[in-house]
């Protein structure tokens, strides 16, 4: 191969742990391949223009991730393992279907770090600490790093100020649980997300569907829902709306604030996505945080499986809100805490974002070229697309259809909160598929299957 050069200028921290990233990004992307030969550490030194050392040091480091292996007399190559993703614990992902149905994306560095992590943990003292239940609160260190990781989304506060939460799911049934009288209604988008729709069933409380555009809802349509329905709480997603990926212009935002403050309305933003544009207007709780409840988590931009949430409130919600929090799991589970309280303070999180936006951006530019032709709607970050599917095809039998054929989307009907039938589309989750070439290929099935003689057609009577 042609020798290979890691792009260090661009990655911050010491030269050493910036070549050994780079090595991680290549073989993520596929430009470094199983087998492949890595320059020879005194030809890579000359051409970066730093000392044999320097490389050396980030040649062991990429090793002892698992990225590399090297042997005696011969160099330092790729290993099989790192390109893989999957190791010994789990094992591979069922390969019979491609599941692009669910918004969450891991790779090889993950394991890399929590291995890592781990290790950490385990050498520190008193272990058992992370076994004994919390206080109703959480340990003031967890609840100053959730007030760290909101204020990179825009937001300045303090640890008592922040609730801890398992994931955004819970943090949606405590925010209805602390805030809504039994049968009380909620606004909502057209269409929404799944777990907003299944809280809200949950707890027994009717969602009230405002109309949307492209950047989400109208503030008239807002207004008068409030009117016509007296909700006195509304749950919205300004940034890459789930399903529709439209993004709120700050201009619009302000709209919003101004209807819910002449409405005394409590707003509650769902941001789980707000880390993944690189810049987006200003969360809502910024411009209104006497009546926003900030919603956050870990799950999309550090890991699905790291179950850490977060709660912005207004002082006087607080203590409302750690109580629903308590009399649902009584204790946050402190391991996963202190994972995700390491990574924030020693930069791992912000690795996972920059690496996480990377890796979209590519399966964006996928996907456009992809699905060239057809209707889509998305934002150049977001995990999703959406997809408005050509005549004569129908959601639930295109998605039906799809599934026979090996691949996994959901019907916008899933998404929708109203009587009103949901657009005839599917989102496609491009984060889902566990590499690139198998995006490519169930893109690939996606648009034969759309552009293809098929759907229903009624009987003439």
């Not at 087998?35 to 040091?57: E, F, I, K, Y």
């Not at 299944?198 to 349509?221: C, I, K, Q, S, Y």
């Not at 870990?298 to 699905?304: D, G, M, Q």
Request: glycine share 10%.
């Amino acid at each position: 191969m042609t020798i290979w050069i890691p792009p260090i200028d661009a990655i911050t921290g010491p030269r050493y742990q910036a070549i050994a990233t780079a090595i991680g990004d290549a073989i993520e992307q596929g430009t470094l391949k199983p087998g492949d030969r890595l320059p020879p550490q005194r030809d890579l030194a000359w051409r970066l223009g730093v000392t044999v050392g320097t490389v050396s040091r980030g040649y062991t480091l990429a090793e002892q991730r698992g990225l590399v292996s090297g042997e005696v007399g011969r160099g330092t190559f790729v290993r099989e393992a790192a390109a893989s993703g999957t190791g010994a614990l789990l094992g591979p992902p069922d390969s019979s279907v491609v599941d692009l149905g669910i918004n969450a994306t891991m790779s090889a560095y993950h394991g890399e770090v929590l291995s890592r992590t781990l290790q950490e943990i385990g050498r520190a003292s008193h272990l058992e600490r992370l076994l004994r239940y919390m206080p109703g609160a959480g340990h003031p260190e967890y609840r100053a790093a959730g007030a760290a990781w909101i204020a990179q989304l825009g937001i300045e506060t303090s640890g008592d100020r922040v609730v801890l939460t398992n994931g955004a799911q819970q943090g949606i049934a405590a925010t209805f649980a602390a805030l809504l009288g039994p049968r009380e209604p909620v606004l909502c988008e057209a269409l929404t997300y799944t777990g907003v729709i299944d809280n809200a069933r949950l707890f027994g409380h009717p969602l009230v569907p405002v109309d949307m555009d492209e950047e989400g809802v109208m503030p008239d349509a807002f207004d008068a829902a409030i009117s016509e329905s007296g909700a006195r709480v509304a749950i919205l997603q300004p940034t890459i709306q789930n399903p529709t990926a439209a993004m709120m212009g700050e201009a619009r935002r302000r709209e919003i604030v101004a209807v819910a403050r002449k409405r005394d309305l409590v707003l509650i933003e769902d941001d789980v996505y707000g880390l993944l544009p690189p810049e987006r207007p200003a969360p809502i709780a910024a411009l209104a945080p006497e009546r926003t409840i900030y919603l956050t988590s870990a799950s999309k931009a550090i890991a699905p499986g790291l179950r850490v949430g977060w709660l912005h409130a207004p002082a006087a919600y607080v203590e409302r809100l750690v109580d629903a929090v308590y009399g649902m799991s009584a204790s946050m589970p402190a391991l996963m805490q202190e994972v995700a309280r390491r990574w924030i303070e020693d930069g791992t999180a912000r690795e996972l974002v920059r690496r996480l936006r990377l890796e979209t951006a590519e399966r964006q530019r996928i996907a456009r070229e992809a699905l060239a032709g057809l209707e889509v709607s998305t934002h150049p970050a977001a995990f999703h697309v959406m997809l408005t599917l050509p005549l004569p095809w129908r959601r639930e039998e295109y998605a039906d259809t799809l599934r026979a054929q090996g691949v996994r989307v959901i019907p916008l009907s899933a998404f929708a909160t109203g009587q009103q039938a949901a657009p005839h589309g599917v989102r496609i989750s491009l984060s889902a598929a566990p590499d690139r070439p198998a995006l490519v290929g169930a893109l690939e099935r996606i648009r034969t299957l759309a552009l293809s003689d098929g759907g229903s057609r009624r009987a003439v009577i």
